[in-house]
């Protein structure tokens, strides 16, 4: 009993640390005074301003877009034309001109539906999904790989030759296993740790284009 209250009291330590961190956090005053709904708006921001990926961009697929940020930068970034869709297992609030679809990538409907939304391939597909973490490493381990390659997976069937693909990875045990994934399809693969994404995170992202 005293156990369950002392790992109780820790939690909620944690939690009200990570919520005066996230409150002083220099990222998430910005997004707020700017009108973007999440911190890692930033991050592309950054990857764009490094790669200048929205250059002569008319279609985006943001996977794991929820709640829309990097969404809303995709818009900016791009012509009033573009065709600019998200996926999310969660819903979002509607960003005016951006398609949403509510549903998991794992889905082995996304292929015939990704079909019909886009009349030809993609010039961006962009991932900022991480897996739900397990706490056990070799299954998280799993996660990774499989998020990874499904996401390479999309890529296959829906981005075009020299397209853009920008996705969140992992430094750490499936680093090495991930790049071979990626060899196979891509080129020019580059790592980039945007300055907004924490010190702490072992993410990083990978910039890469679609052979
Ligand atoms: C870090 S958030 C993305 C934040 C977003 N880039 C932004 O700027 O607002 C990651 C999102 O990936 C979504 N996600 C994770 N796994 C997914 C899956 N298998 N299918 C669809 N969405 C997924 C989560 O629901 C979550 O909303």
């Not at 961006?124 to 996660?143: C, E, Q, T």
């Not at 196979?184 to 910039?207: A, C, M, Q, V």
Request: some cysteine; glycine content about 6%.
């Amino acid at each position: 009993m005293k156990k369950i209250k002392l790992i109780k009291k820790q939690k909620s330590s944690q939690s009200t640390k990570w919520m005066q961190r996230h409150l002083n956090d220099e990222y998430v005053i910005k997004s707020k005074v700017e009108g973007f709904r999440s911190r890692s708006s930033y991050k592309l921001i950054e990857i764009n301003k490094k790669f200048n990926i929205f250059k002569k961009c008319n279609s985006v697929l943001d996977l794991g877009c929820a709640p829309g940020g990097w969404l809303q930068v995709a818009k900016k970034m791009t012509s009033e034309k573009s065709h600019i869709v998200g996926i999310d297992k969660n819903k979002i609030e509607g960003i005016s001109g951006i398609d949403f679809i509510q549903n998991d990538i794992f889905d082995p409907k996304i292929e015939n539906i990704l079909n019909n939304k886009f009349d030809s391939k993609i010039d961006i597909l962009m991932s900022d999904m991480s897996p739900n973490s397990s706490g056990i490493k070799s299954v998280d381990h799993l996660r990774i790989v499989s998020l990874i390659e499904r996401v390479v997976e999309i890529a296959k069937i829906i981005l075009k030759s020299d397209g853009f693909l920008i996705s969140k990875i992992f430094q750490g045990g499936a680093q090495g296993e991930l790049i071979q994934i990626m060899k196979k399809d891509l080129h020019n693969i580059k790592y980039f740790k945007p300055k907004s994404s924490r010190k702490t995170s072992s993410e990083t992202y990978l910039i890469a284009k679609k052979n």
